[in-house]
């Protein structure tokens, strides 16, 4: 009776268990296409565990993208090989054997490759391999089949553990902070806190802990046993624990009970499940447990590896997993996912209303594809606008790929690729999911006479353009001169478009957009009205004289048609020559200045604010004030914001100019291109000249400071 009385428990071990992130099974994809095909043969990976850090979560071994070796692309491009692992990326080797079909994976013999992989760690205990690498203990194999038509992935995972016959018997466990003194606990606490954040050590997860009679504290390899085993002081055989149970130790302590055995011959072992809490050693959750293991017979035969067990429990019982990742696994959508992350990041907490389906959804027409067109491209691109349209008739240039981003030598060869067609193609490959457009096409130009043979043909080119302009619902103007903007800004007008002006100096830049059309109705433009202009509105500001102002268009404060600004040009002024730095800073802030105005309330009739402008809380937006202007200049580092009303008089957005175009359609367009001074004698431009001419201007002489400007 007394001898059932003292009987001891038996130990026992937390299984592991695992955790594949969705990466692995893109890069095992890629290798199964790519590298390996048909050949089914086992491919080394490795998998990542840390020590448990939560008191009510175990740590799992998790397989990452990284875990797969490298392709051969890869290793060209990557000088340094993978990591090992970190604190919190323990590595151990593993194996996967992938089938080719489905039967090939439910008929392997499962018994006969788990057998297999323990007795790898039988050969590693006995080499002393697994004293040197102490990650072997842990060894792990999963078995798959990757059914890359349907993205259905069957997975089974074993860790193979050692089978001690008979079992171990279990002394006694309890925490850490109990079983040690708290001088003892206080010197692992800091040893344990070495020993992690080394380089060296911090994924080693098997080690000696060495207590000395003055309570202090030595974390030594497996390698050291013989050093420490006559020095007298109390040693406990330390491991990194997954598990978070109070009372059982995890699985890694199976084949580590075999090796101290058969290494160290030690028969009554004390242990200790290292655990932490946010990231520190935590002798409270950690463990310390004493066991005695018996001599078991199938271990005298050294050729002669003992029974494992080891196969994964799914669901509370033995059985392979399957996961669909049909809807994450495309690669175009897996970079969908990715490039988005920034953006919802965004809506956590900095930008809650970012309304990332109205950005998906806006249809942009960029008219230009060179250095601000590629930057002002993939720009929308990063604030998650997937329907972009390139409108160009140039070709790339071997001056171009340093400049304008979307370009490479490769599209400059054999007379170059049309811009239009070569910027689409190189977005698709940045971001597959993309829907891009390239038309090449020119714009026609006021100023720019046709021979009446060719009319016919730059009147199509007119009716093209307005039909791309009204399928899109923003309008970017990208172009080198001023007269193409004409046309498209008198179209986007007509049809109360989102417009928006980029254009380059050598050293300074303007950016802006267009104020809604002649006659397009919303109480908007009343309220703007009422309210009247802001405080610190420019006083160059230019203003109808009816009662409602709308901002101004790209022509609204010129006085002249736009005519040939490309005859009679030296070379530099035939070019775009500008400091480099200049297009992507023009790009980014006409891109944010067309997010602003899909988030602002009143959209594109909202009133230009100023950067000192007053503005209330209840008017004040997520992204900002909104600008009508915002012009820079590189020299002084600066940029400024102004506001300008539209012109009665504007050759392109003007009442006037919209009804004539509506009234006579394409017969008004080609008299505009076939006759310069059309559009200023239609708008009154000149007579206004006329009679500017005939002014005296006096100007009084006085030491006083009157301001900085001018009132006319």
């Keep these: 009776m007394a001898d059932a009385s003292e009987k001891k428990p038996i130990l026992q071990f937390a299984p592991f268990q695992s955790v594949v992130d969705e990466g692995f099974w893109h890069r095992l994809s890629s290798l199964k296409l790519n590298k390996l095909g048909i050949d089914d043969s086992p491919v080394p990976i490795s998998g990542f565990y840390a020590p448990c850090s939560h008191a009510q979560v175990s740590n799992h071994l998790t397989l990452l993208s990284e875990s797969l070796p490298m392709e051969v692309s890869e290793q060209a491009a990557c000088t340094s090989s993978v990591s090992l692992g970190n604190r919190n990326k323990c590595s151990v080797p593993g194996t996967i054997y992938n089938t080719n079909t489905l039967e090939g994976y439910h008929a392997l013999n499962k018994q006969s490759l ?76 800091a040893a344990c806190r070495e ?29 050291d046993w013989e050093a420490c085993k006559g020095n007298g002081h109390k040693l406990l055989f330390g491991f990194y624990d997954p598990c978070h149970l109070p009372h059982n130790p995890g699985w890694p302590l199976r084949n580590y009970l075999a090796l101290i055995f058969t290494k160290c011959n030690i028969r009554r072992i004390h242990f ?42 799914n669901i509370g019982k033995k059985g392979s997993k399957c996961v669909n990742l049909a809807k994450a696994m495309d690669p175009t959508k897996l970079a969908v996912s990715a ?105 026609p130009m006021p100023g720019h006479p046709v021979p009446s043979e060719q009319e016919e043909s730059v009147l199509n080119d007119c009716r093209r353009l307005h039909d791309l302009i009204n399928s899109h619902d923003v309008v970017f103007l990208l172009t080198d001169t001023r007269e193409s903007r004409w046309l498209p800004t008198l179209f986007s007008a007509a049809s109360s478009k989102i417009t928006i002006t980029a254009a380059l100096g050598f050293d300074s830049f303007l950016v802006m957009r267009h104020g809604a059309g002649p006659f397009s109705t919303s109480n908007n433009l009343k309220i703007q009205t009422l309210s009247g202009p802001p405080d610190s509105m420019d006083v160059a500001s230019l203003s109808d004289n009816n009662c409602l102002q709308r901002l101004g268009c790209y022509f609204c404060n010129d006085i002249v048609a736009p005519i040939d600004s490309t005859a009679n040009r030296t070379l530099d002024q035939q070019c775009t020559v500008t400091r480099p730095g200049l297009a992507p800073i023009a790009s980014a802030l006409a891109v944010e200045l067309l997010v602003g105005i899909l988030h602002h309330p009143h959209g594109i009739h909202a009133e230009g604010e100023h950067a000192n402008a007053k503005i209330s809380a209840n008017h004040e937006q997520p992204l900002g004030i909104l600008p009508h202007q915002i012009r820079g200049s590189l020299p002084q580092f600066s940029q400024i914001t102004l506001m300008g009303h539209s012109s009665r008089s504007c050759t392109a957005c003007s009442e006037t100019v919209v009804s004539e175009y509506q009234d006579r359609g394409m017969e008004f367009l080609l008299q505009a291109i076939n006759h310069p001074t059309y559009l200023e004698d239609l708008t009154g431009l ?27």
């Design 195 to 223: 020993w992690r954040n080394s380089n060296l050590t911090a994924d080693v997860p098997f080690f000696l802990v060495s207590i000395a009679s003055d309570s202090s504290v030595t974390i030594r390899h497996l390698k």
């Design 686 to 712: 000149t007579d206004l000249m006329k009679s500017a001419s005939s002014f005296d201007v006096h100007w009084d002489k006085d030491d006083g400071d009157d301001g900085d400007f001018v009132e006319i």
């Design 339 to 443: 490039a988005d992350l920034n953006l919802k990041l965004m809506r956590w907490r900095a930008l809650p209303s970012l309304n990332l389906n109205v950005l998906s959804a806006t249809k942009c027409l960029l008219l230009g594809a060179g250095t601000l067109g590629c930057q002002v491209a993939r720009m929308l691109m990063a604030w998650g606008v997937r329907k972009i349209t390139l409108v160009d008739s140039g070709k790339v240039a071997m001056s171009n790929p340093l400049r304008q981003s979307l370009y490479t030598l490769n599209d400059c060869l054999n007379g170059g690729e049309f811009k239009a067609i070569s910027a689409v193609k190189n977005l698709k490959l940045i971001f597959p999911a993309v829907e891009a457009e390239g038309v090449v096409m020119a714009i």
């Design 272 to 313: 200790l499940c290292y655990r932490e809490n946010r990231g520190f050693a935590d002798m409270g959750l950690s463990l310390v447990g004493e066991a005695l293991i018996s001599v078991p017979e199938v271990w005298k035969d050294l050729n002669s590896a003992p029974n494992a067990v080891g196969w994964e429990y």
């Design 114 to 189: 788990l057998k297999a992989e323990a007795k790898k760690i039988w050969d590693d205990i006995h080499s002393g391999k697994a004293l040197e690498d102490s990650a072997v203990l842990s060894r792990f194999l999963i078995i798959s089949f990757a059914d890359l038509k349907k993205w259905n992935f069957y997975y089974w995972f074993a860790f193979p553990a050692l089978v001690l016959e008979p079992a171990a018997t279990l002394v006694g466990i309890k925490p850490a902070s109990q079983w040690l003194s708290p001088e003892e606990a206080e010197s692992l606490s």
